[in-house]
Structures are given as C-alpha cells and as structure tokens.
C-alpha cells in the first residue's frame, strides 16, 4: 500500500501561507534543490485539499502557474472537497469522501507515495494514524501569521523520527517519520 507523505515549505515559524493562504512570500525561495528532485520522483499521486487547490499560486503569472511543483511534477491528482465545482477540471478528480479519497490516491499512486498537499488534509490523516512521513523545507523567513504547518484545537502531540536532512541555499530540508 502506497504511503502518505505530507511535504511542505514552510516558513521558520512554522506557517505553511500567510493571511488568507498568501503564498507569494514563497517565490523568492524557489529555486533547485537535489532533495526536492528527488522527493517529487517519489511521488505517484497527490491528494489536496480544496483551499490549497484553490489558493494563491507561488508561481502565478508564469508558465509553472497551477502545476504541481511549478510543473516538476505530472499524474493523478484528488481534491479532497464537500463542494466539487460544477464544471470538471482536466486532469482532476474531485472526491468528497476522506477516506475514499485516500484509498482513490492512494490506489493511484501504485507503489509511490501519496502526496499530501493541505494542512487540514494532513490533520485528517494524522488524526485517522494513516500519516506515514513529513518532509519539511525550512525557508528563512518569519511570516507571524497564516496557516499553520499543523494545528489541532487542544493540543497533540506525534511523535517524529528524522530519516534524512539536506541543507541549500534557500531553504533546509527536514523528513520524518510518523511514529505509531
């Protein structure tokens, strides 16, 4: 069974976009990174959340605009959403359904892993024990506010163990493993 793995840039105090899901700070830290090459080869479908799927684009106004990656990336795509739009998207499938969602990607993926892009997609799969790894780049920048890399209203606390780390220019690379 294929593995989720929740990957994300985030800013050193842990958020994920800014205010409204702002994620133009993001484009100044976009450069090649070996680690980021080599996690996209490991990814066989990506499992997103609306919000993310609908928000701001780092890559806005380039040709990179809207693809996965800025276009480092091609195959299956599922938007985890209670509100589908009316009009299909290509290359898209739209599932409102959790755990149909997860089982759709996951049996997309093959024996890739499964790409979670979303903090609240990364929640439910915490929260559900099927999270199987984080892999963290680690911007130099302090945003203050916006979404966080993971919120739970009460506290929680899992358990990580570091299977790797890379350093670049721009931003540091961290991945996990989900403890159990």
Not at 128 to 148: Q, S
Request: proline share 7%; glycine share 12%; hydrophobic share 45%.
């Amino acid at each position: 069974m294929s593995k989720l793995l929740y990957s994300v840039t985030m800013s050193l105090d842990a958020f994920i976009a800014g205010p409204g899901g702002d994620m133009s700070w993001l484009t100044e830290f976009i450069e090649p990174n070996p680690a980021a090459d080599a996690l996209v080869n490991e990814i066989g479908a990506i499992l997103v959340g609306r919000r993310s799927f609908g928000g701001d684009d780092p890559h806005r106004g380039t040709e990179a605009e809207g693809k996965p990656f800025g276009g480092g990336w091609e195959g299956p795509q599922l938007v985890l959403t209670h509100n589908p739009p009316a009009d299909s998207v290509p290359g898209i499938t739209f599932v409102n359904d959790f755990e149909e969602a997860v089982e759709a990607a996951r049996a997309a993926a093959g024996d890739k892993m499964v790409n979670i892009i979303g903090a609240d997609v990364a929640r439910q799969c915490i929260e559900a024990g099927w999270l199987d790894e984080v892999a963290v780049f680690i911007a130099p920048v302090l945003l203050g506010d916006g979404v966080r890399l993971f919120a739970h209203p009460g506290g929680a606390t899992v358990k990580l163990r570091r299977i790797d780390e890379n350093s670049a220019p721009l931003a540091n690379y961290l991945r996990f493993s989900v403890l159990r």
